[in-house]
């Protein structure tokens, strides 16, 4: 069975702080993939990154960055400079490779940012 | 590319009566996926189509939801009866075939039940 776990369930910064979301996931496979999607206000989950379990790079996007350790089954996300837009609620998801297999999601972390 | 197209945006219904809502996917999509979203937690398989065949529906409750993807393209999700509890957001989402691909979510529709 797989779970994604993400305990932090509301995070509030002010404008330019940086601010990490944590996910810890648990799977049985040996080859599988995370994911983080944004959920802003108008409701639709937007993807942000996919990584799969054997590339264990960090990665960089503007602001975002991720860091994926399987030592520990955490793939965290972090804003640098955080900015009003980036207000939403966070999902982090897992699939294995397994099959026609299911998208699991945790249950979110709603980041507000205020200026 | 258009995205996932859902309709409608919103429902509200009493309980007992009946709802459908419709999923157009990503054109190509062999993949489509119906979650149910409750306030406050994260989206919740409801049932999982690879092109017309049903792969993961285990979360389903089958005794009031059903779904069904004609031709292995669009897809409907009824309830019949509706509870109070199936008030929620009902997300459609499609995805190229493989756990490697990411999935694309429509917008949603919010279901309320009154």
């Known amino acids: 069975a797989q779970k994604v776990t993400q305990a932090q369930t509301e995070i509030s910064v002010v404008e330019k702080e940086d601010v990490t979301l944590d996910c810890v996931y648990e799977?049985?496979?040996?080859?599988?993939?995370l994911f983080w999607y944004k959920q802003p206000p108008s409701g639709e989950l937007v993807f942000l990154i996919r990584r799969n379990s054997f590339d264990e790079q960090n990665e960089i996007s503007g602001r975002y960055s991720w860091n994926f350790q399987k030592s520990t089954s955490s793939f965290n996300f972090t804003i640098t400079a955080s900015q009003v837009v980036d207000s939403a609620v966070y999902f982090c998801?897992?699939?294995?490779?397994?099959?026609?297999?299911?998208?699991?999601f945790g249950k979110g972390t709603m980041l507000l940012v205020s200026p | 590319e258009a995205g996932v197209a859902q309709s409608p945006r919103y429902k509200i219904i009493e309980k007992r009566q009946s709802v459908a809502f419709w999923c157009n996917p990503i054109s190509g999509h062999a993949t489509l996926y119906w979650y149910q979203q409750i306030l406050g937690q994260g989206p919740k398989l409801l049932i999982q189509?690879?092109?017309?065949?049903?792969?993961?529906d285990s979360q389903l409750p089958k005794d009031r939801f059903s779904a069904e993807r004609l031709k292995g393209v669009d897809s409907t999700l009824k309830i019949q009866p509706a509870k109070l509890e199936d008030s929620a957001v009902y997300l459609c989402?499609?995805?190229?075939?493989?756990?490697?691909?990411?999935?694309?979510f429509g917008q949603g529709t919010r279901l309320t039940v009154v």
């Open positions: 189509f690879q092109n017309n065949g049903v792969v993961d």
């Open positions: 799977t049985r496979d040996t080859t599988y993939y």
């Open positions: 998801a897992l699939r294995s490779n397994s099959g026609y297999s299911t998208l699991t």
């Open positions: 989402a499609s995805s190229w075939t493989g756990g490697s691909t990411e999935a694309f």
